[in-house]
C-alpha cells in the first residue's frame, strides 16, 4: 500500500489537511496548533507531507533549536512533530518521512537534527542518545528519550549544552 507513497514539500493550500492528520496522530490538538504556530512563527525550517492517492497521511516538521543560549543559524535543528494516519501507523511511513527530513536537514548544511521521541523508534533510525555528547534536554525528560543525529564534519556540531526549541514549543 505505501509504494504509491509521495514524501514532498508541504504545498501552501494543504495547513488543514496536515492539522487534521497530526491531530489524529496524537489524539490532540496540542501538536496540530504547534505544527500551525511553527508555521506561523517562520519556524518550519523542513514541512514534508506523506500523501498517498492524494490524500495526506503523515507529516514530519524540523524547526531550528538553540544550544546553549547560541542559534544555530539554522545548523541545528529539531525534529517534531512527527505524524502518520493511525490506520496506516506501522507501515514504514514515519520512517520514510523521518529519512527524507534528514536527508533534506543535510543537503541544506545542517549540523545535527534533534529528537524528543521513543528511544528505540529513533534509535532504530540512527539516532544517537544526546547526553553521549553532552547534549541535554530543556524539558525534563529521561535521557535516553533526546536523540540526536549528528550530520556532516564536526565543526557543524553545536557545543556541549541545554537544547531548547523554537519558541512555539512553550505552548506545549
Given at each position: 500500500?505505501?509504494?504509491?507513497?509521495?514524501?514532498?514539500?508541504?504545498?501552501?493550500d494543504?495547513?488543514?489537511?496536515?492539522?487534521?492528520?497530526?491531530?489524529?496522530?496524537?489524539?490532540?490538538?496540542?501538536?496540530a496548533?504547534?505544527?500551525?504556530?511553527?508555521?506561523?512563527?517562520?519556524?518550519?525550517?523542513?514541512?514534508?507531507?506523506?500523501?498517498?492517492?492524494?490524500?495526506?497521511?503523515?507529516?514530519v516538521?524540523?524547526?531550528?533549536?538553540?544550544v546553549?543560549?547560541?542559534?544555530?543559524?539554522?545548523?541545528?535543528?529539531?525534529?517534531?512533530?512527527?505524524?502518520?494516519q493511525?490506520?496506516?501507523?506501522?507501515?514504514?511511513?514515519?520512517?520514510?518521512?523521518?529519512?527524507?527530513a534528514?536527508a533534506?536537514?543535510?543537503?541544506?548544511g545542517?549540523?545535527?537534527?534533534?529528537?524528543?521521541?521513543?528511544?528505540?523508534?529513533?534509535?532504530?533510525?540512527?539516532?544517537?542518545?544526546?547526553?553521549?555528547?553532552?547534549?541535554?534536554?530543556?524539558?525534563?525528560?529521561?535521557p535516553?528519550?533526546?536523540r540526536?543525529?549528528?550530520?556532516?564534519?564536526?565543526?557543524?556540531?553545536?557545543?556541549?549544552?541545554?537544547?531548547?526549541?523554537?519558541?512555539?514549543f512553550?505552548?506545549?
Open positions: 500500500m505505501t509504494t504509491d507513497l509521495i514524501i514532498r514539500c508541504e504545498q501552501p494543504e495547513a488543514a489537511a496536515i492539522a487534521a492528520t497530526v491531530a489524529a496522530a496524537f489524539g490532540r490538538e496540542t501538536e496548533a504547534l505544527v500551525t504556530a511553527l508555521r506561523d512563527q517562520d519556524g518550519l525550517t523542513v514541512s514534508l507531507a506523506a500523501a498517498l492517492d492524494g490524500m495526506i497521511v503523515g507529516h516538521a524540523l524547526s531550528p533549536v538553540a546553549g543560549g547560541r542559534s544555530g543559524d539554522g545548523h541545528w535543528l529539531g525534529l517534531g512533530p512527527l505524524a502518520v493511525p490506520a496506516l501507523q506501522r507501515q514504514g511511513i514515519g520512517r520514510r518521512l523521518v529519512d527524507e534528514v533534506a536537514a543535510a543537503a541544506s545542517a549540523g545535527t537534527v534533534f529528537v524528543l521521541g521513543k528511544s528505540s523508534y529513533y534509535g532504530a533510525l540512527g539516532f544517537d542518545a544526546a547526553a553521549d555528547f553532552g547534549w541535554r534536554c530543556v524539558y525534563d525528560v529521561p535516553a528519550a533526546f540526536v543525529k549528528r550530520l556532516g564534519e564536526s565543526g557543524k556540531w553545536p557545543p556541549p549544552g541545554t537544547v531548547t526549541y523554537h519558541n512555539a512553550a505552548a506545549l
